[in-house]
């Protein structure tokens, strides 16, 4: 052999196909665009226009004295004076803030008792429980101001519904005419709305607790109360920052009831009614109406902006 056979070459192990890349995504469509443009533009745009541009009139209009009468020219800037003057000299604003603080106590004891007394029995999948679930949610699907008329031909002391049942015929009481009680008249009417909105929400809660905790307290030899108190309620923690929140603002924003049965007066003056007199009343004092209207949205905003932070910053942390 004249010539030396070559060595045959190493031949590298083939790997593994290189993988394809995933396609991007494709741009969206020019219909995709406009269909997507709309369904976040509107909102913004009706946002902005009926929530924020009025928000920033009112903060700006509580530093003036205006009637309403005649263009922007003839607003007169006066500072904090609505705020000093309301504070010190307006009869009507701290009864109003008592009855809202009244309100709001009353809400959160007597419907949120109720609504999770009435949860909690729905809950052991009572007979024609639907039946009832409906019958006691139906007056939240009324508004204010139909409950205020309801319940003002319950009131009325000639001829009343509550009169009749409790035997006072001939001695009327006059439910809502007399100050002294006319105000706790109208939280009973407000709870019977409230007290439906609550149940559900809880109603809702009990459902999403795991079963095995209460299996696991009944096999400690926990009773169904201790059960309740010790496993159900404090897991039904979230839900209870929600009807709270729920019951702070249905406090505050109570109008239409009171304003229904004697426009909110006589011991019935609530904030939001002080803000309704003030700018559309006979005065018209455009500037005080917003300086309360202020005064409402930061006692709203000092509830709502805590339960907004936990909330997020809660589903931050997950």
Not at 133 to 144: E, K, R
Not at 165 to 191: C, E, F, H, R
Not at 258 to 273: D, M, W
Request: aromatic fraction near 10%; hydrophobic fraction near 50%.
């Amino acid at each position: 052999m004249t010539a030396l056979q070559e060595k045959p070459k190493a031949v590298a192990p083939e790997g593994p196909p290189p993988r394809r890349r995933g396609k991007r995504a494709t741009a969206l469509a020019g219909t995709d665009k406009l269909v997507l443009g709309l369904m976040l533009g509107i909102p913004t745009i009706v946002h902005v226009l009926f929530v924020w541009i009025p928000t920033l009139g009112s903060i700006a209009l509580s530093f003036s004295r205006w009637n309403g009468i005649g263009g922007f020219e003839d607003i007169e800037w006066i500072g904090v004076d609505n705020y000093v003057e309301i504070f010190t000299e307006y009869p009507r604003f701290w009864p109003a803030v008592q009855h809202n603080l009244i309100w709001l106590a009353f809400l959160l004891v007597v419907p949120t008792c109720a609504g999770l007394l009435l949860a909690v029995l729905l809950d052991r999948e009572l007979r024609f429980s639907r039946i009832y679930q409906s019958a006691l949610y139906m007056p939240m699907v009324l508004s204010l101001a139909l409950i205020g008329f309801i319940w003002q031909l319950i009131y009325t002391p000639d001829g009343g519904l509550l009169n009749a049942v409790l035997g006072l015929s001939d001695k009327p009481v006059d439910w809502i005419g007399d100050s002294d009680i006319n105000l706790y008249s109208v939280l009973v009417a407000a709870a019977w709305r409230h007290t439906g909105y609550i149940m559900l929400l809880y109603l809702a809660g009990l459902k999403s607790v795991d079963p095995a905790l209460k299996e696991a307290a009944a096999l400690d030899g926990a009773s169904a109360v201790q059960t309740f108190f010790r496993v159900t309620f404090p897991v039904m923690k979230p839900v209870n920052i929600v009807v709270a929140v729920v019951t702070v603002i249905e406090a505050l924003r109570a109008f239409d009831i009171v304003y229904v049965i004697n426009k909110g007066r006589n011991g019935l003056e609530l904030l939001s009614v002080l803000v309704t007199d003030n700018i559309i009343g006979e005065a018209s004092r455009i500037g005080r109406g917003s300086a309360v209207a202020v005064i409402l949205l930061t006692i709203s905003l000092g509830v709502i902006i805590p339960y907004l932070y936990q909330t997020f910053s809660k589903e931050n942390r997950t």
